[in-house]
Every structure is written in structure tokens, then in C-alpha cells.
């Protein structure tokens, strides 16, 4: 017969989380444990026989085992033996309990059993309390341990398998770039085969020629993304925030969107509101926000599609949709498309999917002008809405549009100067000379520093464009020996690389640099900053 032994009061079974099993063949020793354990936090269980403790072992899990040697049946050697090896007793402590003085064979006997301690009739409490609250609370410990370990082993478990996505998320990313990288080189290298040939009709050079213009724009966008959105995720982009005309900045994208739109087939429609919308933001990253958003809808929608870009005021806010009737979203990809790398899965006859930053990106910036963005759609090939909604601010009391100090500004008219030009990239340097000679000027190219410094002094150029990565004497190190000669006091210095974040900047500056220009250089970048530079002529002969 087995029964629980009620706790003392003010503890209760239920709120204690250890159980401590007595086992005893005379219920007045029973009784006697009772008492002297009143108060212990545990839950004290009762057995009369061997037998009856094996059936409380097999429900519950116990920390301490309070056994009596001399029992009938079984006595309690025996018991400790058939659950030794047990799985559940593992943690279990046994204090064996003996009337009869045990010999030093019983004790090794015991120990051999799993026995922790022996106590000897009659029993004294002290040292009874004592020894039982020490076992309670180590079982206590060690439970708690096990629990930390087991979660501890969970979150490693966890971890790995998150680690291990991510590894499949950058091998697959690194498998796109690979593909969306060739694709516009394809175009391009056929492109110039095809003005290798003899005696191409100009119209075919010319469609050659725009053929490379829109995949190099392409390259450069996937590359300027991937940076974006780099930088934002390391927390190093600063927006350059202002009372801005949403209408304008809605305008500016879709101006650097439609040709892609027009070139897939599709219609647009442009649904604006009468009057300023006015926004505290950065214009250049609005801009690309909804360029983003654009270019996407457009290349997620089949050829002879309609996309629709909308903006309304709504309470306090403005919110810009862009809708499409294209390829669609299904349910399980949209809670995570503005995650990075996240590409919505396309058959093989329907093209690229992109890198899957776009969203990521616009996501981030929109968040940065505490805003929000969300996407809806009904599902595949039923078309996606993109809405952007963004916190309105007072109007101003006089707003200089961009467009209209745009236009405003004197169109770019550079004179013939002479221009060095130094790259140890051979096809880079003749190609951007190339382009300089077309426009009038007097062109000297050099494959490294020291070439530069050598025809240099003969050459005496206005402007010298310095490529920074380069042998035997870097860019940084070409500038500062130009700048200790005396033809190069005042020659205009314009760092051309492909580094281009703002500590980069900061060290071309630092280092005498009068401008920094990002490669692939913009023609009209380019121009813009050597009109910039000429002043300088005045104290040259000229060309």
C-alpha cells in the first residue's frame, strides 16, 4: 500500500517541484519521518512495501529514495538494484535506513546499488532533515541545470539551422548575382562583336551602341543597390532630409523609370493630386524609393501591361500606391518580401527574378523617414499594390522646387584643356580618353604614377584623372608628388575609382583630391566637375 504523506502546512504538493519517496514496511516509522521532515519543500510520498514503491517510481519522478533495508519480499538492496540502470532514476539519490549495524560488504554492497548514505536506527532528526534538504536541493540544481542545458542545446540547434539558411540563402544569392552579372555582360559582349564587323550600317551600330548604354545602366544599378543597401544595413547611410514636394520627387522616378516601363510594352498612368504634398525627407533616396518600386513592377509584369502609380492625402499622411497587373505574390512569400534576398520564384521562360534587395532596400529607407510600406496581392498572375505611406509636414512658407532650380541652372559647356588621364586598366584609360577627345580636349594617358609623373612635366595638364588603385605608385601617392611639382600646384586632381563611401571620399579629400568621381563615371558628372576645375587654366598656356 502506498499513500502520500500530507506536507506540513503552508506547503503544498502542487507548488513544489521535487518529490522525496519514504519506504518503510512498519507505517508508525512511516509516521515518525512525518514529523521530522515537516517543513522540508518537497512532496513526501509513502510506500509499506517494495512492491508498492515500484508502482509510486513507475508515475512520478523522484529525487530521493528513503528506504528501509530490512523489508519483506524485497528488502531494499533489491529495490535499489532493479531501478539502477533505469533512464528516469539517473538523478535519484538513495538513503538506505537500518535498524541492524551494517558491515563494511553491505555498505559497498549498498554503495554498489546507488546509495549516497546510510543511516543507522535510531534515526536522529537533525541530521535527517539536514541530509534530505541537501539531496532535495542538489536534485533541485542539477534539474535546473539539466533545464539550461537542454535549452542551451535548442538555441544551438536553432542557431545552426539558421546558419545553415543563411549559408543556402548566400549560395543562392551568390548563384543570381553570378546569373543577373552575365546576362547584361552577354548583351554587351554581343554587342560589341557586332560593331567589330566591317562596314556596319549606322543604324545597327546604333542600336548596338544603346544596347550597351541600357546594360551597362543595369550593372550599375544592381551594383549601386547592392551597396545601398549594405551601408543601411551597417547603419552608415545619413539621409540629407528637407522640406520636399512629394509631386516633384513622383516625377523624378518616373522620368528614370519610364523608359524600362515604355520597353516592356506596358501603359502607364499617373494619378497625382492638384496641389504640394509636402514631406520632411531626403529627395535623391525618395527618388530611389520609387524607382525601386517602379522598375520592379515593371519587371514583374508581362509585356502589354498597366501600371498605375497614385498619390492621396490621408489624414496626416500621404500614401503612394503603385499597382500592376503582373505576375503577382502568393500568400507564403508575402510576409516576407521585404526581407533581403527574398526573390519571387519565376519558371525559366519568364526571366530573371532580380537579387532580391529591391524591396529590402525600399523597406529600409522608407522605415529611416518613418514611414511604412506594405504589399497586397490576391495571388499569383492577379497583380500586386505597393503602398508607401509617408508622414505629411505643414507647407512652407516659400518651397524652391528642384525641378525648377534645375532648370534654372546654366546647361554644362566645358572648354578644350589638357587632360591626363592615368589608369593601369589599359581599356578603361583609352575608352574615358576616348570620350574626352570627342568632346575637344587634348588627352594623355598613363599606366601607372610613375608614368604620370614622368610625361607629366612635359605635358603640363589642367586636369589629371587619377585612378587610386594602381602599381608601383598608387593614386593617393601619385597626387601627393604631383601637388610637390611645380607644373602641379594647380593642376585639377579627380580621383576615379570604384570606392565610393563617404571615408572614402574623406581620404581622396585629405589627400589633395579636388573631386572624387565613382566608376563607372557619368559623362555628365564628369563634364560638370572639370567645368568646375577650370578656373585653374588661368594660370596655363593653352592647349
Known sequence: MAAPITPSAGTSPALSDVNVLIVDDQPGKLLTYRAILDGIDANLVAAESARSALDQLLRAEFALLLIDVCMPELDGFELAAMIRDHPRFQRTSIIFVSAMPQTELDRLRGYRYGAVDFLQVPIVPEILRSKVSVFVELYRKTKELEDLNQLLERRVAQRTAELEEAGRHKDEFLAVLAHELRNPLAAIRSATQVMAFPDVPPA??????????????????????????????????????????MTGIVHRAVEASRPFIDGRGHTFALDLPGEPVFVDGDATRLTQVLTNVLHNAAKFTEPGGHITLTMRREEREVAIRVTDTGVGVSPEILPTVFELFTQVKRPLDRGSSGLGIGLALVHRLVVMHEGTVSISSEGPARGTEVCIRLPLIDPPEQVKKHDEVKASEPAVSVQPCRILVVDDNGDAADALAALLRNAGHDVLTAEDGVEALRVGSTFTPHVALLDLGMPRLNGYDTAKRIREQPWGRQVGLVAITGWGQPKDRDRTLQAGFDAHLVKPVDDRELFSVLERLMPRRSRHASP
Open 204 to 245: 545597327v551600330s546604333a542600336r548596338s551602341m544603346a544596347v550597351i548604354q541600357r546594360q551597362i545602366e543595369h550593372l550599375v544599378r544592381l551594383i549601386d543597390d547592392l551597396v545601398d543597401v549594405s551601408r543601411i544595413t551597417r547603419g552608415i547611410v545619413e539621409l540629407r532630409r528637407r522640406t520636399e514636394d
